[in-house]
Structure formats: structure tokens, C-alpha cells
């Protein structure tokens, strides 16, 4: 399959555009320094946008097109931690046998356990999810730890890249990022600083999470090198990984200590599971115990 056409461009300006009839989006310096990014290779290009807007600390979009060879989608949307609004992510990684998708609005406090979130903002969406559960069925079994930040709507996804498909995750792409900017319109601001400083160690939490874990890290390292591959993840990507909180990966996820002290590099310890959707239509989980990272 040539998939220089499936390129993931157009994606990001619906979302731009999208943003725009909602909020004011203001530019961030970062996406100029990565924008001017050489990359290894000479046929891939990395194209990074960020801004930030009333309500939403960041928004940013890295797309790597390597034409006929690979297509990537790193976009997420990160509230103000005045809000508890869930982040949106989507990550959609493209090759011409294969393509891994992720669609969601992560949720900032794991929904198995705190059932008043999961009502708060998920209930609502629960149609939306089944919308494509058929379209875009579950991707196999995915590192367990993974899912304590997905949302009973995540798209987890893979599949022989294909037209048809890339079609229908433009579609649901469209529909979670217009859904997402709802519950940002809607959202108050919270009125306990308390519930505002949790909000702000749970976007820490995960911005940790991903700084260290995220799958797509090997290759960025591959395209740009180990030294502006971790600029890029620690002050664009997961920006606010180094200021939001002070405490370290080992902290929050002390499973992975090494008798060393150092971090296990495995992406999980725990392993893959959960071959089927663990959640049903009603955003039940139905996935047994679990263990709470
Ligand atoms: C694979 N990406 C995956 C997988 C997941 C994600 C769940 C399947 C493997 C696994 O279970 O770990 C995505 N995981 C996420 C997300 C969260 C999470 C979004 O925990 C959020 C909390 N993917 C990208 C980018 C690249 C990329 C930018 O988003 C490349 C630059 C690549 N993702 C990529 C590759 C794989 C993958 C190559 C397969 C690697 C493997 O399975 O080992």
C-alpha cells in the first residue's frame, strides 16, 4: 500500500481550524525549534505546532511524514489544571503493512476506581464510543498499565493500513476532538485549590508516564538522535513533565525500581493483557481485577 497519501496533515488543520471557532489559540516558541529539526534520514520530515488558549495549557501536534515509508500523529490536548477536563490524545502510527491508533480522552483519574468522574464525563460520550467500537475494533492485548489512562471510550485500534479505515479514524478523529472541545467550553474552573493541585499532580503523573514510556520514543531516537529526541518528548511533547510537579517516575510508579534504583526499561512489568474491550456498552469495565500503577 502507498501510503504517502494517507498523511496525517489534515488531520491536524481540521483540529486547528476546529479550536478556532471555540477559543483563541496563542503560539508557543517551542514549535519554531522543532519545525528547523534536521532529521537522519532525508526523505522524513517532522512538522511540530503548539499553542496554548484560555482554558487549555497546551496544545500540540508532531507529525512525522515520511512519505511512502511511514505516516505519524502525536497530537494531544492538555487543559489548565484549574479544570479537571481529560486530555486528548490521539497517536496514530502508520506504516504501509500496519497501522497502531490510539483515540481518546484520557481520563486524569483512572475511571475503574473514581466512578464520579467516569459519570461526569464519560457517561455523555458513551454513544460516541460505540459509534466506532465496531468500526475500529480493539487492538489485541496492550501493555496493561496503559490502561489505567484510557477512558470506556478508547479507540485502541490496529489494522492493515488502508484507506477505508484511515477514512474512518478521520472521522472519529473529528468527533473526539470536537467532543473534547465541548467539555472544554463547558468546564468551570474549580473552586477548591486542593482539587486544583490534584488535578495538577495527576497531568503530572501522566506526563511522567509518557515522558518515560510512550511506544513511539525508540524511533524519534532513531530519526533525530538521543539528544534532541529528549528535548523533544521533555519540553514539547510532554512539556511540563520538568514544572508542573517534583516527583520523579520512581515515585509515582515505584514498580519499575531496579535493586540499583534505577528504572526498569521495560515498558511494562506487569505485561500485556486484556485480548478483548474491557469495558461494555454501558462503560462498565469488565476486565477482571487489576492492579492499580
Ligand atoms: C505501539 N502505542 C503502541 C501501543 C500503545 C501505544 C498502547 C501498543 C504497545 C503497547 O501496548 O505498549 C500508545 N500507550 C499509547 C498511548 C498511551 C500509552 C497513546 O500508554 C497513553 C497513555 N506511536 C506514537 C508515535 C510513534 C509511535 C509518535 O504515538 C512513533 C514516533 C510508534 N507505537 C509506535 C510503535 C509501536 C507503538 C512503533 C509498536 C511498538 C511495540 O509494540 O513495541
Not at 472521522?171 to 485549590?193: G, I, N, R
Amino acid at each position: 500500500m502507498d501510503i504517502s497519501s494517507l498523511s496525517y496533515h489534515k488531520f491536524v488543520n481540521f483540529a486547528l481550524e476546529e479550536a478556532q471557532l471555540h477559543t483563541t489559540l496563542t503560539p508557543l516558541p517551542y514549535q519554531e525549534k522543532v519545525r528547523s529539526m534536521k532529521v537522519k534520514d532525508e526523505k522524513t520530515v517532522l512538522h511540530a505546532l503548539s499553542y496554548k488558549a484560555p482554558k487549555i495549557r497546551l496544545l500540540r501536534s508532531l507529525t512525522i511524514d515520511g512519505s511512502s515509508s511511514m505516516q505519524v500523529l502525536d497530537f494531544a490536548g492538555i487543559p489548565d489544571p484549574m479544570f479537571d477536563i481529560p486530555i486528548f490524545c490521539a497517536n496514530f502510527f502508520t506504516i504501509p503493512s500496519l497501522s497502531i491508533i490510539v483515540l481518546d480522552l484520557n481520563p486524569l483519574y483512572d475511571t475503574r476506581t473514581w466512578q464520579d468522574y467516569k459519570e461526569k464525563y464519560y457517561l455523555n460520550l458513551l454513544p460516541l464510543g460505540q459509534k466506532y467500537a465496531e468500526l475500529l475494533p480493539w487492538g489485541e492485548k496492550i501493555t496493561s498499565e496503559s490502561l489505567s489512562f484510557f477512558s470506556p471510550i478508547v479507540i485502541w485500534t490496529k489494522y492493515a493500513t488502508n484507506q477505508f479505515k484511515h477514512d474512518i479514524l478521520f472521522s472519529a478523529f473529528m468527533d473526539y476532538f470536537k467532543a473534547w472541545l465541548e467539555l472544554v467550553d463547558q468546564a468551570l474552573p474549580e473552586t477548591k485549590s486542593l482539587q486544583m493541585l490534584h488535578n495538577k499532580e495527576a497531568q503530572h503523573r501522566y506526563l511522567t508516564w509518557r515522558a518515560e514510556k510512550d511506544p513511539g520514543h525508540p524511533l524519534l531516537k532513531k530519526l533525530v538522535g538521543e539528544d534532541l529526541a529528549r528535548d523533544v518528548v521533555r519540553s514539547f511533547l510532554f512539556e511540563g513533565v520538568d514544572s508542573l510537579g517534583t516527583k520523579t517516575f520512581l515515585d509515582y510508579f515505584p514498580q519499575y525500581r531496579r535493586e540499583d534504583g534505577s528504572i526498569n526499561q521495560k515498558r511494562s512489568v506487569i505485561g500485556k493483557s486484556y485480548e478483548t474491550r474491557p469495558w461494555n456498552a454501558k462503560g462498565e469495565f469488565i476486565g477482571g481485577s487489576y492492579f492499580q500503577p
